[in-house]
């Protein structure tokens, strides 16, 4: 499963050693065993083995050509190679050719060598170029561009945590929310069905699936090689979607956060799980909330909080719909109501959090809770700022609940 990542990291080779066993949840004293009994080997692989260096050298730019019976056959023999290769997502590409590629540039002012980050996990060099040829086989417009490269320069802020999100083992996933302006102008889906399947949702799909090709063929997230989730989801094929400006009664998620009405953004959301929050009956703030404070206290999510060191805490994200945010708002509630009210009822007992072989493995910021009685209830989050909140989707009362570890981060969608 390991195999390769060296190589993504542009490396030749690399002294490898590996335990028997996942040291994960192994009693210490197995932990001890299975490490020294590698020691020997970790020892020759650091002092006898050559020093590798890293090779970043740039490969002559090269054609390749793809023929068959007809295009449809040609296209075929490309899609099939290209999958072999790593550089699809599974589904059909569209040929990324130099006349669809320049097509794509037409979508922005900036210069198609021009370096916008250097991307993890891999530590890629994004051009403007390397976007838009992933964009060509995700089946974007030149104007869905601008999109995408603001989302790669947000997920490349330190803050968003990109490194333990494409390479992590679990099922985290970069979730675009587009705000302002350029919502209605491209088209970009923020009702029924918005996180797709569909012609609704077209321009979501394609954005987001431009993303996943950008981490993967940029930031070399390939998986089983840098991606170690050992599921996967869906998600990760294209999670996008604009907010339901006209819907929100507290004003839109981007003016929230410091632009200004008339900006169009994209705010990148980091999703480890996507959860449905329904709730048809309910008719106060109160009785809504309850039903996504019931979501939020599934032992999971605290137990992870609970382990985390400072700086990996816990920032959920409440999805609701056009139907509880009327009912919220309503009743009078603001953001920051909604967000005190999920702290002091999201809550679990302590002895549902503790580890039963690391009883003492805890975040500092946590150690003060040892000595409590298992009975004491211990918050989801740490402070009720780290709730995020938007409002998405159609009428129904059908919301979600989005949890993860990192900061979302937001940038101006230019040209």
């Keep these: 499963m390991w195999e390769g990542r060296h190589r993504a990291l542009g490396l030749d080779a690399l002294p490898k050693v590996s335990p028997a066993l996942a040291v994960t949840e192994l009693p210490p004293e197995r932990v001890r065993e299975?490490?020294?009994?590698?020691?020997?080997?970790?020892?020759?692989?650091?002092?006898?083995?050559?020093?590798?260096?890293?090779?970043?050298?740039?490969?002559?730019?090269?054609?390749?050509?793809?023929?068959?019976?007809?295009?449809?056959?040609?296209?075929?023999?490309?899609?099939?190679?290209?999958?072999?290769?790593?550089?699809?997502?599974?589904?059909?590409?569209?040929?990324?050719?130099?006349?669809?590629?320049?097509?794509?540039?037409?979508?922005?002012?900036?210069?198609?060598?021009?370096?916008?980050?250097?991307?993890?996990?891999?530590?890629?060099?994004?051009?403007?170029?390397?976007?838009?040829?992933?964009?060509?086989?995700?089946?974007?417009?030149?104007?869905?561009?601008?999109?995408?490269?603001?989302?790669?320069?947000?997920?490349?802020?330190?803050?968003?945590a990109l490194t333990g999100i494409a390479s992590s083992t679990g099922p985290h996933t970069p979730f675009l929310v587009i705000n302002g302006p350029i919502r209605h102008r491209l088209g970009i889906n923020s009702g029924c069905c918005a996180l797709g399947p569909g012609a609704p949702s077209r321009a979501n799909t394609v954005v987001g699936r431009a993303v996943r090709l950008v981490m993967m063929n940029v930031g070399h997230a390939y998986p089983c090689i840098m991606d170690m989730d050992t599921i996967g989801t869906p998600n990760k094929y294209s999670m996008v979607a604009a907010e339901n400006e006209e819907a929100n009664p507290w004003g839109p998620l981007h003016v929230e956060r410091g632009f200004r009405p008339e900006d169009s953004t994209v705010t990148v959301f980091p999703c480890g799980s996507l959860v449905d929050v329904p709730d048809l009956v309910s008719v106060t703030p109160e009785q809504v909330l309850t039903t996504f404070s019931h979501i939020a206290n599934a032992p999971l999510t605290p137990s992870w909080t609970w382990l985390r060191p400072e700086g990996l805490e816990e920032e959920p994200l409440l999805v609701i719909c056009p139907d509880h945010a009327r009912i919220i708002a309503d009743g009078g509630w603001t953001k920051n109501d909604i967000r005190r009210f999920m702290f002091h009822n999201s809550r679990v007992p302590l002895g549902v959090l503790k580890n039963p072989t690391r009883p003492?493995?805890?975040?500092?910021?946590?150690?003060?809770?040892?000595?409590?009685?298992?009975?004491?209830?211990?918050?989801?989050?740490?402070?009720?700022?780290?709730?995020?909140?938007?409002?998405?989707?159609?009428d129904a009362g059908k919301s979600a609940y989005i949890w993860d570890w990192a900061e979302p981060v937001t940038k101006v969608i230019s040209t």
């Design 34 to 160: 299975e490490i020294l009994a590698l020691a020997e080997d970790i020892f020759k692989g650091l002092t006898e083995q050559p020093v590798i260096t890293a090779r970043r050298s740039v490969a002559p730019e090269e054609s390749i050509r793809y023929e068959g019976r007809d295009f449809f056959d040609a296209q075929r023999n490309l899609n099939r190679d290209f999958l072999d290769r790593g550089w699809g997502d599974g589904f059909p590409i569209v040929p990324p050719t130099p006349e669809a590629v320049a097509e794509m540039l037409g979508g922005t002012s900036r210069a198609r060598d021009e370096v916008t980050v250097l991307m993890d996990p891999g530590r890629g060099i994004a051009t403007v170029e390397k976007i838009a040829i992933n964009c060509v086989m995700a089946g974007c417009l030149p104007e869905h561009l601008p999109v995408v490269m603001a989302a790669v320069e947000a997920m490349a802020e330190p803050e968003f």
């Design 360 to 394: 003492g493995a805890v975040a500092p910021g946590w150690k003060w809770l040892l000595d409590r009685p298992d009975d004491t209830m211990v918050p989801v989050v740490r402070d009720p700022s780290a709730y995020h909140i938007m409002v998405l989707g159609a």
